[in-house]
């Protein structure tokens, strides 16, 4: 915790006043990119750890590195000098993480934190363990274990990669134990589940800051589609009891798992309850639409809470929020070139992330504020069909 | 009009949809800034003229040239391969934009509608000969031409010098027929006008785009102190009908001198009624409340209209919105050390501009909405307060 102590601490106030304060985020995606809009209106200065300079966030203008979260020495590179290191997605070694703390970096999360985002295992055992509702799941890394799974629960069984699922990614029905057999064979041991009878899939976001401090948004639906989130109605229409269940099983595990920063938890909504689906510690699509829905937006409040400053609010700022994703359509056009007819939707806000088009690539989202649900939804899907080519 | 043509035609299209909007920029201060923050969502690539590196905009990450708007090369190397300019400041000499304009160049506002901003004398003289109403002026230049205004309207009188005033200087209140005297050798020529009796000072921001599309904002009463802005409330509690008035005049103005991009009309409400006190032909600090106050910001409407883009909504997105301005405190302190005050005050929405910090310099601001103008503005100065270590 020394790390903290001298971030924050009243010591170090003179030598913080000569300079912003500086977070390093490790990826420069479009949660980097949104990120740095925020970090610009808190005086923050971003420094992202890059692939390229086309990464959305380098166009943005953050201060930034070209390297590799693969590589210790570019982690340490961009730890350099940062009062706190955190994340635009999972995909860091662990054990790099493991070091980077040891030699003293302060990590929001911490590695122990982020593994609930990066194994999906490890993340079932340890929620369940601590009392959390999670589906049935096994590691399935035999037949023997699969069969018996089978037997229990049914077929189909759904079947996700332990580590890099991402956005539908890793993720695989399998109709039978022949198919899970040879999913074994592929891809090893894997983590598996019932295909469960959803009502809804619900997400809710918490802050919590290195101090503590915890700050929760309100539920809201994830609609998927083709097992990536394709839209986020908020808040979700669910009943005033669930909703403040999901917020407190949210709270309850964001405290209980010690994440710090934004961590999304995205739940299902079953016959018999809400069940964890998976954790993010970092923003989080399903939070996009509080840029414009909610007093303090997650990218802010996600620096906020890393440079462990007062949380703000997170109250909606209107009766309904709809956020529609932007995917690059199939003949690979550039929705950009079609913004004017994305403008032209009375009240849409328009993100694009400035990433080269590709089928089924997330480009840009739209956000539309409401006096209902139904409305504001149909108006950010014009907005994003209108960007997708498809209107 | 060749290159809006050229811009917005459909022949250019294949060749714009492979490479993001470029906008370029005169000027990097906040203004730039707080363009680059919604250049980033829309992805337009803006690009600044900066005088250094540690300019507003530049440490935000705007694609920059460090050069000077005294230099007619600087400004045509900053418009080379964009698809238009457009400015933070007045200061840029008429006869460049002249220059640029027979280049080819698309400029917005055209070097015509903005001397409405850089020349005072011009702009009274313009807008009155158009039948707008205007305080009582002439451009004293002699000692019997002012003695004579003097006479009529009687001592004190208020001189302004026509050009580069801003903030409050260049402004300049005369007692006497002596002072005035003592002006004239110093400064030379100037405006004259009397002190007149204010209700308030008023502004309405419009948007008018290169395509003719024109869109106006709510009026909002501005508090000045020492002269410069202080205060922004949004909405101006005027009543309707003068809320109107001004709305409709500002239209007129916008539409009449042909602006493009944002223009701030500032107003006196006066026993006599409305009076057109002076224009900005850019983003200005009374609209700097619509980030989070209305569904568009200025910001992102002054880049959809420079652009030809369907206009925005302009609706406030709260009944009522403060912004509080941060200035430098005499003892030269950063506000910036001072954030964690002012991000406790619940609503606080806070921007800083990375500017060093100087008394009585502009260093900041805080929007707060609200359901009522006096808790938002309460809100809003203690978070200010905060920030400039006075609470």
Known sequence: MSATMTRSGQTDRESRSSRPPRVAMVGAGQLARMTHQAAIALGVELRVLADSEADPAVTAGAAHLIGSPESLGDLQALAAEADVVTFDHEKIPPEHLSAL??????????????????DKHAARRELSARGFPVPPFILAGT??????????????????VVRGAYDGRGVFELSDLDAAVRALDEVGPFLLEPRLELRRELAVLVARSV????????????????AMCREVLAPADVGHGLAE???????????????????????????????????????????????????????EQHLRAVLGWPLGATDAVAPAV?????????????????????????GAHVHLYGKQSRPGRKLGHVTVCGDDLESARAAARRAAAALEGSS
């Open 101 to 118: 703390e040891a030699d003293g970096v302060l990590l929001a999360p911490s590695p122990a934190a982020k593994l609930f985002a990066q």
């Open 143 to 160: 037949r023997d274990e699969t069969e018996r799974f089978g037997d229990e629960h049914g077929w189909p069984l759904i079947g996700k």
């Open 211 to 226: 101090t503590g401090e915890v700050a929760a948004y309100p539920a809201v639906e994830t609609v998927q589609r083709d």
């Open 245 to 299: 269940e999901a917020r407190r099983l949210a709270l309850d595990i964001a405290t209980g798992i010690a994440a710090t920063g934004i961590v999304a938890i995205e739940l299902f909504e079953t016959q018999a309850g809400l069940l964890v689906n998976e954790l993010a510690l970092r923003p989080h699509n399903s939070g996009h639409y509080t840029i414009e829905g909610c007093v303090t937006s997650q990218f």
């Open 322 to 346: 709809a956020m529609v994703n932007v995917v690059g359509p199939d003949d690979g056009s550039d929705p950009a070139a079609r913004i004017e007819g994305a403008l032209s939707v009375p």
